[in-house]
């Protein structure tokens, strides 16, 4: 049973379709619970996919997004914190309500999913939680500090949550994408992409699809060693 939060598109989606072939129950989870639902439908996976309405922003919306996917699927066995959102500008002109809109959302939230969603995972000795940070939480960014503060956030929760869990068989790991094209890249020109992927050595952005594939391997049982861990998805940008 998989829980992948931001799930209507982009690499949320990506990760949802991948984790459903694979043969987990998969929760697809918005804002929106109309949009939840019809992805869930497009997915194609009848009764082992579902969706459900839930603003990472708001830690009632989660604990009752939790409640509800265990009454429809059973206990979660894996938890992937994708939702996110920018709200970029220089440092010196980012408002209060930026800073508190990007880290309510990003940082909170999964802290909030995760407490609830390692419950379960806690009495059955077996759980995989997987977080979506961000290769600018490594390296940092320019116009983008509330941002890069929850994904660098995002990394510390992780490697705090997977010591302490570690001896229930509770595995944490971050996946750091780099520039992967989805709604979120898609406001830059062709020309901003064109130079970007010339400092990409595999010269392109990513896809969804290529953030999915290591998702599904980290909640797989080929992952059984592996925690704190975080997995760069980036072309070999920041090598
Ligand atoms: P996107 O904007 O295409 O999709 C984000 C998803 O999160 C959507 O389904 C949206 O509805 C959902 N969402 C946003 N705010 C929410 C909220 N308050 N409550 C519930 N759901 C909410 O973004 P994309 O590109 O698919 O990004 C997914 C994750 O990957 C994000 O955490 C993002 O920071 C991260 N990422 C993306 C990169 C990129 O180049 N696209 C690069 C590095 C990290």
């Not at 939790?66 to 440092?91: Q, Y």
Request: proline share 2%.
């Amino acid at each position: 049973v998989a829980l992948v939060t931001g799930s209507t598109r982009g690499i949320g989606r990506a990760i949802a379709e991948t984790l459903l072939l694979c043969g987990a129950k998969v929760a697809i989870c918005g804002r929106d619970l109309q949009r939840a639902g019809e992805v869930a439908v497009e997915l194609g996976g009848g009764d082992n996919v579902r969706g459900f309405a839930c603003d990472v922003s708001e830690p009632a919306s989660i604990n009752a997004l939790v409640d509800d996917v265990e009454k429809a699927f059973g206990a979660l066995d894996v938890l992937v914190n994708n939702a996110g959102v920018t709200r970029d500008n220089v440092f010196l002109r980012l408002k209060d309500e930026d800073w508190e809109a990007v880290l309510d959302a990003n940082l909170r939230g999964a802290f909030v999913a995760t407490r609830a969603a390692s419950r379960g995972m806690l009495k059955r000795r077996w759980g995989r939680i997987i977080n979506i940070a961000s290769i600018v939480g490594l390296v940092g960014n320019k116009g983008q500090a509330n941002y890069v503060a929850s994904k660098a956030g995002l990394i510390g929760l992780t490697k705090s949550v997977a010591k302490e869990l570690a001896s229930r068989n509770i595995l944490a790991n971050v996946v750091a994408p780099g520039f992967i094209d989805t709604d979120m890249t898609a406001a830059m020109t062709a020309e901003a992409r064109t130079t970007l992927s010339q400092g990409i050595p595999l010269a392109r952005l990513g896809t969804p699809q290529d953030v999915a594939g290591i998702v599904a391997f980290l909640a797989s049982e080929h992952a059984a060693y592996i925690t704190g861990q975080v997995f760069v998805v980036d072309g070999g940008m920041v090598m």
